[in-house]
């Protein structure tokens, strides 16, 4: 199929259609032309009924694709893989999205895994999103037998679904993903069975957000948590140990310490947050007062301008004095406007 241009666009398949396999295809279409396969036939006529692929393409016809992603459960991703590559051979890139990147270490072919850190507590091609992985991290892990021009073809893949690349070593991302991602989710799931009783009154925003990912599939979690045991436990060791320390300084009336552990670990958290933001494209700072209205006004004056915001942090807030928004954008040029509109209208911006 030619573009606008003329020229072929390359063929780049996803088998599994899932939330990640669905939201991706969503991501690449028009970039690439993309190829979709299921195991179930109602997903993949769902998938072509609603413009979420360009085409069905059975896994023995996809000889000759640019790039397989395999998108399938962990349980399946390694045999999958196998198969796809005694249809390829060494004429296809092939990738994946699984979360536990030392799983396809020893397997042949040009083989470069894929971790796209974005996704919700859904699942399922219905919970599909285009936008999944906007400003998300998107690790690009390279094996022993990588080549070089398929890491970067995976990085274009990324920056196509509008992902920010990150080259990074298996073992370094699956020992960082169980204190980012897996161990969180146990401890998610533990507060839920901890907390959730009879009684669920009082249960308020901070509980809720707390616990939202352990709506997420136990199945799947069961399988990463398998597949990730010694680093998740390690993480799990070190959660603990934190916990039992603050435990033990409220059992000790030790609040000094115990205030202590908390600014440090709220410090933390807020410079996690500042980070964040800055790294996700061109910033601009802006004071707010500490009242209703304030960040739904910035919002409307910037939408007013033209000016797209990519990401959005609060730093330093506090009750009745105010604080200051760090606004992110793709471009300078969104971030000029920005800066523009913010001025006229009397706030102070650096």
């Not at 991501?27 to 396969?37: E, H, I, P, S, T």
């Not at 893949?157 to 992902?163: G, N, R, S, T, V």
């Not at 991302?173 to 009879?198: C, F, K, N, W």
Request: negative net charge; aromatic residues 6%.
């Amino acid at each position: 199929m030619a573009d606008t241009s003329g020229q072929q666009k390359q063929v780049v398949a996803i088998v599994g259609l899932g939330l990640i396999g669905a939201s991706l295809a969503l991501a690449l279409r028009g970039k690439y032309r993309v190829a979709g396969c299921s195991r179930s036939r109602a997903t993949e006529r769902y998938a072509l009924e609603r413009g979420i692929v360009d085409e069905i393409r059975p896994v023995d016809r996809l000889k000759g694709v640019s790039c397989v992603v395999v998108c399938t459960p962990l349980s399946a991703l390694r045999d999958t893989v196998k198969q796809v590559y005694d249809i390829v051979g060494d004429e296809s890139i092939i990738t994946d999205v699984g979360s536990v990147k030392g799983l396809l270490c020893g397997l042949p072919g040009r083989i470069v895994g894929g971790h796209p850190m974005a996704g919700t507590e859904h699942s399922g091609i219905n919970a599909a999103k285009r936008h999944l992985f906007e400003n998300a991290v998107y690790c690009v892990v390279p094996y022993p037998q990588s080549r070089s021009q398929d890491v970067e073809f995976v990085k274009e893949l990324a920056h196509a679904a509008k992902a920010k690349p990150l080259e990074i070593s298996a073992e370094k991302h699956d020992r960082l993903v169980a204190y980012y991602s897996h161990m969180p989710h146990m401890a998610a799931y533990a507060l839920s069975g901890t907390a959730i009783g009879e009684d669920v009154s009082i249960a308020g925003s901070g509980f809720m957000d707390s616990t939202r990912i352990a709506c997420s599939d136990p199945d799947f979690w069961t399988e990463v948590f398998r597949l990730n045991r010694d680093n998740t436990l390690s993480a799990l060791d070190g959660y603990i140990s934190v916990l039992n320390d603050m435990r033990g300084m409220l059992a000790d009336n030790d609040y000094s310490a115990l205030n202590s552990a908390l600014a440090d670990a709220c410090s933390r958290r807020k410079t996690l947050a500042a980070a964040r933001v800055a790294d996700s494209g061109h910033t601009v700072t802006v004071d707010v007062l500490d009242e209703v209205g304030s960040l739904g006004a910035v919002a409307s004056l910037l939408a007013e301008s033209g000016a797209n915001i990519a990401n959005i942090g609060i730093l330093d807030s506090r009750e009745g004095i105010g604080g200051a928004l760090v606004l992110s954008f793709t471009t300078p040029r969104d971030a000029s406007l920005a800066r523009k509109a913010l001025t006229a209208a009397g706030y102070c911006v650096s």
